[in-house]
């Protein structure tokens, strides 16, 4: 019998994620609630509806959520953790509000979350703080009991978000043909945002030039990359790049994305790439159409050799990763001493989002942070 671990203050875990259709008559009404007011061309709309319409209309998101959330349990109840674990999105059913009334309902009064977004950045992290809010205020109109939220602090450079990685970009150099493995060059990928969000990400003090969004992932690139170099005797050329842009064309994202990147990388004589979507948990829409659809289409018409690393998912050591920072968080809480597991150069991120951390461009409540 596992020793009983313990969770006070805490009464629930509330995993928090995007959602995503699960039929074609889910992929209009999902966009509509992605997009709402926020002022994304007609054109793209229509563009990233086919991408789910080429899948039959079912984002792959939701199933590996339930998966998550399964392991989550399974992995706490056979540590002795006694937390109950919830599931509610931004975007579809079971939508934030639904889940936590529930919780409300169910007795839960104080809740840690933990998003699917390991980075600092607004829609990682204070887009999810504001749906928080939303939820707490409409909870309050129903005349429910008030419910405190925290959130977990970012986690991308945590070991067990990390050492999965460094594996799947072991396992994808194996897919690679035999005779260009040794020399292929390494793409860390994420999801590009405007230039402005990225420079005004993390704390006030982190911002300017990329923020805390770009310097996260460049750290976390720097380790995998370091990692790699030792298990297979072998220094590679490793660049960030971004993917999924959208917005208008006239603002500027993140550069330079994937596809404009296999291209350089082809044309300055690289024998293969291997994509490592670090910026994503799970092989959601993302990457399945972003990664393995275009920019593998891409690759396939200039005639360069890529294979794609798997995103951590349901790995063991993530779940296990996950249980640890819940109960770091928890003997923080409680003001017990406590160490922090953090990889790379940038140490454990902040437990609670400072006054002006990652600002929305209209300022709205957010819960689980100083502003
Ligand atoms: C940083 C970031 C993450 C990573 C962190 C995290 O995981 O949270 C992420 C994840 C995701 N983004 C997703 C889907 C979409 N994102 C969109 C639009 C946007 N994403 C943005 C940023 C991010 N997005 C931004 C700045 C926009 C522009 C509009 C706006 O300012 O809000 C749109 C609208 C159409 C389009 O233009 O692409 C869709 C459909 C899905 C679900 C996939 C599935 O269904 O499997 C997931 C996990
Ligand atoms: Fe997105």
């Known amino acids: 019998m596992a020793d009983e671990l313990d969770p006070t203050p805490y009464d629930a875990l509330l995993l928090l994620s995007f959602g995503g259709p699960e039929g074609p008559d889910d992929v209009v009404p999902f966009l509509e609630n992605v997009t709402a007011g926020r002022g994304i061309p007609r054109e793209r709309l229509k563009e990233v509806g086919q991408h789910y319409f080429l899948f039959g209309g079912v984002s792959p998101i939701n199933a590996q959520n339930r998966e998550f959330l399964a392991a989550l349990r399974a992995d706490f109840a056979a540590h002795g953790l006694g937390l109950p674990v919830y599931w509610g999105n931004r975007n579809w059913a079971p939508y934030l509000t639904d889940t936590l009334r529930a919780m409300a309902d169910d007795g839960h009064r104080r809740i840690l979350t933990l998003a699917t977004s390991a980075y600092a950045s607004y829609s990682g992290c204070r887009q999810y703080r504001e749906n928080l809010a939303d939820a ?14 925290d959130k977990l602090r970012h986690y991308f450079n945590h070991p067990g978000f990390v050492r999965p990685m460094v594996d799947a970009v072991l396992a994808a150099l194996d897919e690679l043909p035999a005779d260009v493995r040794d020399r292929a060059h390494l793409a860390f990928t994420t999801h590009s945002i405007p230039l402005t969000a990225a420079d005004t990400s993390g704390p ?5 030039d990329g923020g805390a969004y770009v310097a996260e992932h460049l750290d976390v690139a720097t380790v995998v990359a370091d990692a790699v170099r030792e298990a297979t005797g072998v220094d590679r050329p490793w660049r960030l ?15 330079p994305d994937i596809c404009d990147h296999l291209q350089d990388e082809h044309a300055a004589g690289a024998p293969a790439v291997v994509m490592v979507p670090i910026g994503f948990v799970s092989d959601h829409m ?18 360069l050799p890529v294979a ?28 017990a001493p406590v160490e922090r597991c953090a990889l790379g150069a940038l140490g454990p991120s902040h437990d609670v989002c400072p006054v002006g951390c990652c600002p929305a461009r209209t300022p709205r409540p957010a819960a689980a942070g100083r502003d």
Request: hydrophobic letters at 40%.
């Open 136 to 149: 707490l205020a409409a909870l309050e109109a129903e005349g429910r009991p008030r419910l405190e939220i």
């Open 204 to 208: 006030v003090e982190r911002h300017g």
């Open 241 to 255: 790049v971004y993917q999924s842009r959208s917005g208008a064309p006239h603002i500027p994202w993140l550069e």
């Open 286 to 303: 993302e990457v399945k159409y972003d990664l393995d659809t275009e920019a593998t289409a891409k690759a396939a018409e200039l005639g």
């Open 308 to 335: 794609r690393a798997a995103t951590v998912g349901a790995d063991p050591r993530f779940v296990a990763g996950i249980r640890e920072l819940v109960l770091e968080r928890a003997t923080a809480e409680r003001g």
